[in-house]
């Protein structure tokens, strides 16, 4: 959906750096989430957000952080990263204001490798 | 914790034949079901959803029921096309704020 941007798509790294993965939208939704996901395991949330304001947890965010830096962007950073993190990650996102639909709407992906 | 399995990992199905890819899941509270579609390189697309309040709920050539007494989600895709090969996963959703998501079936349409 070229309405969810995700940067980079694809990125080679090393145990112990710090990297970025960035995510815009343009669909001028409160709601944003980070997701990761492995062969043979269904997506898994790392952090999400409701509002410029409000960043949670989910269900593994051990090792990764978040920053929302505006309605329309959300980044994930992982602060040094280790060769378990290397995985498919997804950004999404939600209108809050639609209460007949809470579907998500997923970026792209970014391809991480941690050497 | 929770979670939401499919039943079969792989799918193959003649081309205009019907498709039906299955998912369990386990939170009887669960009240909200989503299916996604997955292509190779990117990331999941709506298909189709359905609220607990709901048995079956129909769109463009996909169908979704819902049976809460086996706990038991199915997506059929009529006339399956070749662009439908596609890993398909279910999520469910219970809490309100987060939603639990299935490993996923790959489905492969043969011409």
């Known amino acids: 959906d070229a309405d969810v941007t995700q940067t980079p798509r694809n990125r080679i790294t090393k145990t112990g750096k710090r990297i970025m993965l960035e995510c815009s939208q343009t669909?001028?939704?409160?709601?944003m989430y980070w997701y990761r996901q492995d062969p043979g395991l269904g997506l898994r949330l790392i952090y999400y957000?409701?509002?410029?304001?409000?960043?949670n947890k989910g269900e593994i965010s051990d090792g990764y952080s978040v920053s929302r830096q505006a309605q329309a962007k959300f980044s994930l950073s992982l602060e040094s990263a280790i060769p378990n993190q290397t995985a498919l990650y997804f950004c999404?996102?939600?209108?809050?204001?639609?209460?007949?639909?809470?579907?998500?709407?997923f970026g792209p992906g970014t391809r991480l490798l941690v050497l | 914790g929770e979670s939401v399995g499919l039943h079969l990992p792989t799918l193959s199905v003649q081309e205009g034949d019907n498709s039906i890819i299955n998912c369990a899941y386990s939170?009887?509270?669960?009240?909200?079901f989503i299916w996604y579609k997955q292509e190779s390189g990117k990331g999941p697309q709506f298909i189709i959803d359905?609220?607990?309040?709901?048995d079956k709920r129909q769109g463009q050539r996909v169908t979704v029921l819902l049976n809460k007494t086996v706990k038991h989600l199915s997506l059929q895709i009529a006339a399956t096309q070749p662009g439908d090969s596609a890993v398909y996963f279910c999520?469910?959703?219970?809490?309100?704020?987060?939603?639990?998501f299935g490993t996923g079936t790959s489905l492969t349409v043969i011409p």
């Open positions: 669909k001028g939704h409160d709601r």
């Open positions: 999404a996102t939600s209108d809050a204001a639609d209460q007949t639909r809470e579907t998500q709407y």
């Open positions: 939170n009887s509270a669960s009240d909200y």
């Open positions: 999520a469910e959703n219970w809490t309100g704020n987060q939603f639990y």
């Open positions: 957000s409701f509002d410029v304001k409000d960043i």
């Open positions: 359905i609220r607990s309040n709901m």
